[in-house]
């Protein structure tokens, strides 16, 4: 029965991060979640009782793939040119596959972020550890002086905007062709790499 319910959850939850992925988290309907299931919405209702509830788990899910990898370069004696690269293919990973993140961050930001916050705690980000590490890779490293705070800030950013911003840039930079905007976002991870660490070079 345990196996079941969990066989249960699993399909909900890869069906609802698909219905995310094409409607966003406003155009997503619980019906239409339970039928890329193929349950219905009364068992739906049953493992979560609404679409913020299974919307937070897709996030969860996405956030806890992302955190392993990052951990493991963050804390590994390499140079910090390899950690930020290693960071923004891993960051970009997790956008692409996962579209939805970045809005519902947004999202979060303005409605709840003590929530937000409490995620990536859980999840085992510790924001302060991160900036101690990456201060400390650029006072180990023949780098430009910079703040860490806004190293990051940067690299972030560079990454988040492209994939937040598409239903508006692809339409004004790319005449609202899908498959060139979705070229243009593979290219993004080698641009914003070289752009930070030439960056950080100069």
Do not use: W
């Not at 991060?17 to 019906?31: D, I, L, N, P, T």
């Not at 956030?63 to 923004?88: A, S, Y």
């Not at 400390?136 to 690299?155: A, E, F, G, Q, T």
């Not at 339409?171 to 070229?183: H, K, L, Q, S, V």
Request: proline content about 4%; aromatic content about 10%.
């Amino acid at each position: 029965m345990a196996d079941q319910s969990t066989n249960t959850q699993t399909k909900i939850l890869e069906a609802a991060s698909r219905v995310f992925q094409r409607k966003g988290m406003e155009g997503a309907r619980m019906q239409e979640i339970a039928d890329e299931a193929g349950i219905n919405k009364a068992l739906l209702h049953y493992y979560y009782r609404s679409k913020d509830k299974l919307f937070l788990e897709v996030f969860r899910l996405a956030i806890h793939d992302f955190i392993p990898g990052i951990r493991d370069i963050l804390f590994r004696d390499v140079p910090l040119t390899q950690k930020l690269d290693h960071f923004i293919r891993e960051y970009m990973r997790v956008l692409l596959e996962n579209p939805f993140v970045p809005m519902f961050i947004i999202h979060e930001l303005q409605r709840d972020p003590d929530r937000l916050f409490q995620v990536f705690v859980e999840a085992g980000i510790d924001p302060s550890e991160i900036l101690q590490q990456v201060e400390r890779s650029l006072k180990d490293n023949d780098h430009r002086s910079m703040d860490p705070k806004h190293l990051m800030i940067n690299v972030l950013s560079l990454c988040i905007f492209p994939v937040a911003g598409r239903p508006l840039l692809q339409r004004i930079m790319f005449d609202n062709d899908g498959r060139a905007y979705e070229a243009f976002l593979e290219e993004r991870y080698q641009v914003v790499s070289n752009f930070v660490i030439n960056a950080l070079q100069s």
